[in-house]
């Protein structure tokens, strides 16, 4: 299990994606789940960017952990700002036309949608939210 | 990521080349805001798109919801994992992807 702690600040995607995709590299992910890994990972932290913290950007780690048999990461984004659960937003409607679609409300849509699954909790002050996804082509 | 434009009569071409993603995305959105007056007609060469996230596909919502007002927008050369985005999200029946 590798841990990167860094500001929550959208400025700092790149480093974290990087930190992501070198844990997944190791383990020779196939690109389109790396793809998928990094663009839930990219809407989870800036949700925290955005959000988590009213005054100033507090701290984010992201927690990658690998497991075998099947090869599996669980990724797992903590922060401590306010309690904050994004899985409870309902569902935005995929079926309007665009002049009726909102702008906004894809980001957790996508997440939930390529994760095989995706948990949060609130735990002595910390917002957890775990993104786990077999590294298997199917 | 690369943006390159091209204004062909009433036709403008973006070809973007790398990661449409929450930090690049708004760099996109103010080079279409620039071009929006001068085109009727607007194709998006995906040909080297590898990653959109969800600040990527608000920026084409909004481009649609522009240019179906004054002309058409089409999407070319979309690889298949950039497709199963597009899908999953129900981008594919808003937008005339070829």
Redesign the interface.
């Known amino acids: 299990m590798k841990e990167y702690e860094t500001k929550a600040l ?2 700092n ?2 480093e974290v994606l990087a930190f992501v995709d070198s844990q997944l590299e190791e383990v020779d992910c196939p ?2 789940i790396q ?1 998928q890994i ?2 839930a990972v ?2 989870i932290f ?1 949700n925290i960017a955005h959000y988590a913290y009213e005054n100033g950007p507090g701290p984010a780690t992201v927690r990658v952990e690998i497991t075998h048999e099947p090869l599996c990461a669980d990724i797992t984004l903590i922060d401590n700002g306010l309690p904050f659960d994004p899985l409870a937003k309902s569902d935005p409607d ?6 009726e ?1 909102q ?2 409300g ?2 957790i ?2 997440v939930k ?2 994760m095989d699954d995706v948990k949060y909790e609130y735990v002595n002050g910390h917002n957890m939210l775990t993104l786990k996804k077999e590294l298997v082509k199917k | 990521m690369d943006i390159k434009k091209v204004l062909d009569n009433d036709t403008l071409t973006v070809k973007i080349d790398g990661r449409i ?3 690049t995305a708004p760099v996109l959105g103010d080079s279409l805001s620039e071009s929006y007056d001068s085109c009727k007609n607007l194709i998006f060469d995906f040909a080297g798109v ?6 990527g ?2 920026i084409l ?2 481009a ?2 522009i240019m ?1 007002k004054k002309g058409e927008m089409k999407l070319i050369n979309v690889s298949s ?1 950039i497709m ?2 597009f899908e ?3 981008f594919q ?2 937008l005339t992807i070829e």
């Open positions: 959208v400025d995607l790149p690109m389109k793809m990094d663009i990219e809407e800036v995929v079926t309007l036309a665009a002049n679609r702008i906004g894809l980001g849509f996508m949608k390529s | 993603d929450t930090t590898d990653y959109i996230s969800s600040a596909l608000r919502l909004s649609q919801k179906s994992d199963d985005i999953v999200t129900g029946d808003i």
